[in-house]
Each structure stands twice: as C-alpha cells, then as structure tokens.
C-alpha cells in the first residue's frame, strides 16, 4: 500500500499522458503565481484521495482538466463537488447544509453525500479533501471490504471485472454502501448528541428560566434545524434515484466493463431501500426531538403567562388595598382641618374614631375585591 504521508502531484503533458512527481517536500493546495514566464498561471490543485479495488491508496494533487479526463466526466459534475468543497471551507455556521447529489454516468458515478466528496469508478474512488473524519471513516471501512493485494496498478482484465460482477455486490455499490453507511451513522452519532444535550438543557429550562438557558435552547434548535435540512436531502435525493429505473440502471459501472445486457436494478433498489428505511428513522427522531422543544417552550411560555397573571392579580390587590386606605386618610384629612367641630371636646373618641375608620378601610377593600370576583375579574 502505498504511503498517503506524501503528495503525489499529477501533472499533463502537451500528448495527454499523466505522469505523477513526488517532490522531497508537499506543494501547497493553494499554490498560485505564474509559471515559467509568467505568461502561463499554474491550474489550482485540489488534495484527492485515490483507493482502488485492489486496496492501494495513495494521496495526489489534481488539477480540473485532469481529474475530468481520469474519470471521464463533464465540467458541471466537478463543479458540483468543488463548489460545495468551496463552500465548506469558508463559510461556517449552524444554519449552512450542503446539498446531497447522486448522479450516474457512463464511466463514474458523482456521489455528494455531507462531507463526502466522490468520483467512483469501476476500479477506483477519488475522495476530496481526504482529511475530514467522515472521509477519513469511509477509507477505513473500504480498506476492510477490499484488503491490499499485490496486483499491479492499471492492470484491469475483463475476467477480473467479471468476478466482480457476480459477487454479492460490485465494487461500486460496496463503495456506495460505505459512503452511506459512514453517513448514517454520522447522523445517528448527532443525534443521539443533540438529544443528551437537548433533555439535559430542557430540564434546566423548564425549572428556571434564564437568558443563558434560553440562548442555548436556540442554539439548539438551530442545530435540529440544519440537521433535519441534510437527513431530508439525503431521502429526497434517494427517492429521486428509486423512482427511475433508467438513472439506477447507469450506477452499474461494473456490467459496463463487461458488457453485460442484463438490465434489472434489483440489487441497486434493494440497497438505497435498506438505507432510505434508516434515514425516514433518523428524520422522524429529529422530528419528535423537535416537537419536544417546541412543547417544551410552550409550557414555558404557558408558565410565564401564569407568573404574569399572579403578579397583574398581586398589583390589583394592591390597588383596592391603597384605595382603602386613601378612604380612611380622606376621613383623617377633615378632622385635622382647623374647624371647631363638638366632637373635639368629648372625652375618649379619638380610640373609636380610629377604630371605626379601620374596619371602614377592611370593608371598603373586601367590597371592591368581592365585586370584582363576581364580575369574574379575577
């Protein structure tokens, strides 16, 4: 196998051959300039991963017009793969899902599945941006489907396509399953994540009610947002694929080497099936996580309306009490006044003048509230 701790830079010559230079140190992705001259600019690169049915893997710098004339594809299916590899790199945040794509052609098949960039063909995948976890899982599961042997590179007889072919699957679809595979289990990964994360933040909001609690209770929904966006791609992009049996029928690359005129899609139908069955399940636990927040901030939400009933009933409370009072200071107010009135001289009426001013205030506070109990104020 050979080492992937090195670049293998593919260049083309002026005949159309391809030859590989393995420079003593890496060139850079992102390498720019002019060469030569500086009449000619040099092609941007892109870092590929190279696994073959035969189990050797080799890292390799590739420029567009290379990688279309390897796997015979046209420019607006690299363009698929490439603007979403842009798009990834420089732009970040919650709310960004990429789109999903599986699109089959005659001599490849340009699968686009989360962070899972291919071109599989009857012999090979090319893996973009091999460094991410999810690629770095699906090379993993491959070099255990297809174990290194010692068959020379580009050596491809008709005998060995055809052993292929009667396995229980060609290597493009085993490909095909991995790549599915590593994906549904990113998604069950996640969301069993965002569930632990949700029920543990839910359970602090629902006993109180904070900013902080509050904010990532948003955050939270944002990220069941975008993940409910790219399990939803992934089945509308498998649908699409089993209702026309023409599409399904150009993913089998291998009957193409060997020209074979059989024309079912059983095998191929039963695969993307098994998985659509996988991602409807991870989509409605997202769903039912969902509905659980929402159910969960309309509680909150019934329980702050409620803390606000109990506080306008605490202020109306208030209110009749101050308006009880302001009775008994009125009466209070004109026996202060400077006017000779012959109470002043009885002896012993002060005790009851307050006295009586009192429970006028009580009666006056349980009048007001009662009446407005019996017009259901309250």
Known sequence: MSNPSYLSICHQNKDGAVKNDMPSAPIPINAGGRKGNGKKKTRR???????????????????????MKRVSIPARDLRI??????????????????????????KSIIVNLENIKAIVTANEVLLLDPLRPQVLSLIDQL???????????GIQSSQEAEEGF?????????????????????FDTRVTSLETEALSVLAELIEKVTTE?????????????????????VKDEIEHLLDDDKDMAEFYLTRKVIQSQQEDVEDLEMLLEAYLIQVEGTRNKLHTMRKYID???????????????????????????????????????L?????????????????????DVFVMCI???????GKAGWKKLL
């Open 363 to 369: 009666v006056l506070f349980v009048v007001t509230f």
């Open 295 to 333: 159910d969960t901030e309309d509680y909150v939400k019934i329980k702050q309306k409620d803390k606000r009933n109990r506080l306008l009933v605490f202020k109306l409370m208030i209110n009749r009490a101050s308006f009880a009072i302001s009775a008994g200071t009125l009466v209070v107010s």
């Open 81 to 106: 793969l490439l603007r979403i590899y842009t798009e990834n790199i420089f732009i970040r945040g919650p709310l960004f899902s990429s789109s999903s794509n599986i699109l089959g052609r005659e």
């Open 143 to 153: 070099k255990k489907q297809f174990p290194q042997r010692n068959v020379p590179e």
């Open 213 to 233: 609690n509050l904010s990532i209770v948003r955050s939270l929904k944002s990220n069941f947002t975008c993940l409910i966006a790219s399990v939803q791609k």
């Open 45 to 67: 690169a892109m870092p590929w991963m190279r696994f073959s049915r035969n189990g050797n893997t080799e890292v390799i710098e590739c420029d567009k017009s290379t990688i």
């Open 166 to 186: 009667q396995s229980e699957l060609p290597f493009e679809f085993q490909v095909l399953e991995s790549a599915f595979e590593v994906v549904c289990s990113f």
């Open 335 to 355: 026996f202060g006044m400077n006017i000779p009135i012959p109470l002043y001289s009885t002896n012993g009426v002060f005790g009851y003048l307050v006295l």
